[in-house]
């Protein structure tokens, strides 16, 4: 059983770093957007699979509020960066 934790703990920290080079590297705003949400996914990840190891369920509720963040705010930058694009459009074709 340690053998798959040392597994899913090597390839969450390969991704979390691949994921931050994004972030530092993006070549736009909606890159490192992405990349950040996928941070926190493997922050989930991370945590679920330090509940299933320790048979510890007392991080569900965290998991499910960093589910509920991500969630909100990836809905409201997408929602403001459509208006942003919209006005933008707006001012170039007049």
């Not at 994004?22 to 996914?41: C, E, K, S």
């Not at 960093?66 to 007049?94: C, K, N, Q, T, Y």
Request: hydrophobic content about 60%; aromatic content about 6%.
């Amino acid at each position: 059983m340690m053998v798959v934790w040392i597994i899913c703990a090597t390839l969450l920290l390969t991704a979390a770093v691949l994921a931050a080079i994004r972030i530092l590297r993006g070549p736009n705003t909606l890159d490192r957007l992405v990349a950040l949400d996928t941070a926190v996914a493997i922050a989930m990840c991370g945590l679920a699979v330090w509940a299933a190891y320790s048979l510890d369920s007392t991080v569900v509720p965290a998991i499910v509020a960093l589910s509920l963040l991500s969630f909100v705010g990836s809905v409201s930058i997408a929602r403001f960066r459509v208006r942003d694009d919209e006005v933008g459009s707006d001012e170039s074709g007049s």
